[in-house]
Protein backbone atom coordinates (compact mmCIF):
# COMPACT_ATOMS: atom_id res chain seq x y z
CA UNK A 1 0.00 0.00 0.00
CA UNK A 2 2.57 1.92 -0.75
CA UNK A 3 5.02 4.13 -3.15
CA UNK A 4 8.99 3.62 -2.41
CA UNK A 5 11.78 5.66 -3.64
CA UNK A 6 15.36 5.10 -3.34
CA UNK A 7 17.77 7.88 -2.52
CA UNK A 8 21.45 7.67 -2.26
CA UNK A 9 21.44 10.65 0.70
CA UNK A 10 18.06 11.17 3.00
CA UNK A 11 17.48 14.56 3.74
CA UNK A 12 21.08 15.61 1.66
CA UNK A 13 22.71 13.56 5.20
CA UNK A 14 24.58 11.04 2.80
CA UNK A 15 22.05 7.51 3.99
CA UNK A 16 21.08 5.20 1.63
CA UNK A 17 18.07 3.80 1.79
CA UNK A 18 14.32 3.46 0.61
CA UNK A 19 11.61 6.28 1.36
CA UNK A 20 8.06 4.82 1.68
CA UNK A 21 5.54 7.34 1.34
CA UNK A 22 1.61 6.70 1.88
CA UNK A 23 0.23 6.55 -1.72
CA UNK A 24 -1.61 9.59 -3.09
CA UNK A 25 -3.90 7.45 -5.13
CA UNK A 26 -4.68 3.27 -5.15
CA UNK A 27 -2.75 3.19 -8.88
CA UNK A 28 0.13 3.99 -6.90
CA UNK A 29 0.33 1.03 -4.40
CA UNK A 30 3.39 -0.82 -4.87
CA UNK A 31 5.21 1.14 -7.50
CA UNK A 32 9.21 1.67 -6.75
CA UNK A 33 11.56 4.29 -8.65
CA UNK A 34 14.83 2.78 -8.09
CA UNK A 35 18.36 4.25 -7.42
CA UNK A 36 19.65 4.13 -10.77
CA UNK A 37 17.54 6.68 -12.41
CA UNK A 38 15.25 3.94 -14.44
CA UNK A 39 11.60 4.23 -12.92
CA UNK A 40 9.34 1.44 -13.13
CA UNK A 41 6.49 3.90 -13.02
CA UNK A 42 5.27 7.24 -14.01
CA UNK A 43 3.19 8.32 -10.87
CA UNK A 44 3.29 12.03 -10.23
CA UNK A 45 6.54 13.46 -7.52
CA UNK A 46 6.30 12.84 -4.27
CA UNK A 47 8.30 14.89 -1.92
CA UNK A 48 9.37 15.05 1.44
CA UNK A 49 6.77 16.79 2.74
CA UNK A 50 4.57 13.90 2.13
CA UNK A 51 3.66 11.16 4.75
CA UNK A 52 6.57 9.07 4.73
CA UNK A 53 8.77 6.72 6.61
CA UNK A 54 12.96 6.07 5.49
CA UNK A 55 14.10 2.94 5.59
CA UNK A 56 18.34 3.10 5.59
CA UNK A 57 19.99 0.52 4.16
CA UNK A 58 21.76 -0.79 6.92
CA UNK A 59 23.42 -3.90 5.95
CA UNK A 60 22.66 -6.74 7.98
CA UNK A 61 25.42 -8.33 10.45
CA UNK A 62 26.35 -11.87 10.60
CA UNK A 63 28.95 -13.25 13.55
CA UNK A 64 31.36 -10.09 13.70
CA UNK A 65 31.07 -8.87 10.34
CA UNK A 66 28.92 -5.94 9.56
CA UNK A 67 27.60 -6.74 5.72
CA UNK A 68 26.23 -4.49 2.80
CA UNK A 69 25.64 -1.56 5.03
CA UNK A 70 24.84 1.66 2.34
CA UNK A 71 24.09 -1.05 -0.14
CA UNK A 72 21.03 -2.89 1.49
CA UNK A 73 18.51 -3.53 3.88
CA UNK A 74 17.22 -6.06 5.67
CA UNK A 75 14.30 -6.05 8.06
CA UNK A 76 12.40 -8.29 10.24
CA UNK A 77 9.01 -9.01 10.02
CA UNK A 78 7.06 -10.26 12.95
CA UNK A 79 6.19 -13.32 11.48
CA UNK A 80 7.98 -16.87 12.57
CA UNK A 81 8.49 -19.48 10.26
CA UNK A 82 10.20 -22.39 11.95
CA UNK A 83 11.98 -21.81 15.24
CA UNK A 84 15.00 -21.05 13.67
CA UNK A 85 13.57 -18.91 10.75
CA UNK A 86 11.10 -15.81 10.23
CA UNK A 87 10.46 -13.41 7.87
CA UNK A 88 12.02 -10.07 6.49
CA UNK A 89 11.60 -7.50 3.93
CA UNK A 90 14.96 -7.01 2.16
CA UNK A 91 15.39 -4.20 -0.21
CA UNK A 92 18.53 -2.52 -2.49
CA UNK A 93 18.64 0.18 -5.26
CA UNK A 94 17.48 -2.54 -7.76
CA UNK A 95 14.17 -3.46 -5.73
CA UNK A 96 12.33 -4.66 -2.51
CA UNK A 97 11.91 -8.10 -2.28
CA UNK A 98 10.52 -10.67 0.76
CA UNK A 99 12.51 -13.20 2.17
CA UNK A 100 11.34 -16.33 3.67
CA UNK A 101 13.01 -18.17 6.50
CA UNK A 102 16.21 -16.48 7.22
CA UNK A 103 17.87 -17.52 10.35
CA UNK A 104 17.03 -15.26 13.34
CA UNK A 105 20.78 -15.32 14.42
CA UNK A 106 21.48 -12.79 11.64
CA UNK A 107 21.43 -9.55 13.02
CA UNK A 108 18.79 -7.72 10.98
CA UNK A 109 17.39 -4.32 11.66
CA UNK A 110 14.24 -3.75 13.51
CA UNK A 111 11.53 -0.82 12.72
CA UNK A 112 9.08 0.39 15.02
CA UNK A 113 6.00 0.72 13.97
CA UNK A 114 2.70 2.52 15.76
CA UNK A 115 -0.84 1.18 15.38
Known sequence: NCYWEWTDSYNGKGVAGYIVYKVKDASDK??????SGSSTT??????????????????????????????????????????????DLGFSAGGVFRITASYRYIGQSVRGVCK
Do not use: C, E, M, Q
Not at 59 to 84: E, K
Open 30 to 35: GKKKNG
Open 42 to 87: TVASYSLSNAHIFLPASGYRSLLALNYAGDSGSYWSSSLISRDGAN
